[in-house]
């Protein structure tokens, strides 16, 4: 019904998918949360144009979101869809004014990232068995690349053969927004990433994919959080032991040892360093440990 009353949304959709080339994921996250907008309108506003659409209006939907205990975050994330969509609509010529223009974002208490410490990565690596054979192979390079890449799990799942610079020791990524970055790789990670691509089986390289199953068909990401998991749970009690704590404790390492924080900005393919200052808070707190610990009027 909404998409009869507003055939705008379909059109805003489309130019996610097709213009911005936004992933599968941030497009259905748009997609819901600007239907619950206008679920919202067609129940309380009868589905009124979208020119005549006030701030107020918004405010109103804001304040339901609030009073049912919505997150601020979620509510920051739908205020943000709304944002690009009416900003859309402008660039279309449909509207003259966005109402977003007076709405504000509610404060959210900044989390410091959860990060698995560095020794207990060593562990993983140095003292966990993985099975000898193609899947023990295969979860083992999966948790390598995340923990010295920083990748997220849709680069990791379509990352391809022709994105390994062996002879240059680096691999392209195409991030977030079809935004590409260089990563440096360690030689010895590469040699192993090469052993295992030509030992993969007739079926597993039929396709540029560099993770497959052994029939060659495509990881999805359920089984990568799967791997991730289980693997984490042998070496660290940390809450959550997910691949984005992989990318979390590559970044936070990083900065610990005193890495550059555009480096580490360009290596995660942050757009602004906002999102990546929040790893110098772990190292803050990293240097607090240690004064607490070492000096003597601590």
Request: charged letters at 25%; proline letters at 3%.
């Amino acid at each position: 019904m909404i998409y009869t009353q507003y055939p705008q949304l379909n059109s805003f959709l489309d130019y996610l998918r097709f213009q911005k080339r936004y992933s599968k994921h941030t497009i259905i996250a748009y997609k819901k949360d600007l239907e619950d907008f206008f679920l919202f309108m067609a129940d309380g506003y009868e589905s009124i144009n979208v020119k005549l659409i006030t701030s107020a209006i918004v405010r109103t939907w804001l304040a339901k979101l609030k009073e049912e205990n919505i997150m601020s975050k979620s509510i920051n994330r739908k205020i943000s869809s709304l944002k690009s969509f009416f900003k859309f609509l402008m660039k279309e010529g449909v509207i003259d004014a966005t109402p977003m223009s007076t709405i504000t974002s509610p404060k959210i208490n900044k989390r410091l990232p959860i990060y698995v410490e560095q020794k207990d990565m060593q562990t993983l690596f140095e003292y966990v068995e993985f099975p000898d054979n193609y899947t023990g192979q295969t979860e083992r390079l999966i948790m390598q690349l995340f923990y010295n890449t920083g990748f997220r799990v849709s680069e990791l799942i379509n990352l391809k053969i022709s994105q390994v610079d062996f002879s240059n020791n680096y691999i392209k990524v195409l991030g977030k927004g079809n935004k590409e970055r260089i990563i440096p790789v360690h030689k010895d990670l590469l040699n192993q990433l090469k052993d295992y691509i030509s030992k993969k089986t007739v079926e597993a390289k039929s396709n540029d994919l560099i993770f497959t199953s052994e029939k060659g068909k495509p990881m999805y990401a359920k089984q990568v959080y799967n791997i991730v998991k289980k693997y984490l749970a042998l070496v660290t009690t940390v809450q959550k032991k997910s691949p984005h704590i992989l990318r979390h404790s590559f970044a936070t390492h990083l900065t610990n040892n005193g890495a550059d924080l555009n480096a580490v900005k360009e290596l995660l393919g942050h757009s602004s360093l906002a999102a990546t200052q929040v790893y110098t808070h772990n190292s803050i707190e990293k240097l607090k440990e240690v004064f607490k610990k070492a000096h003597p009027k601590a």
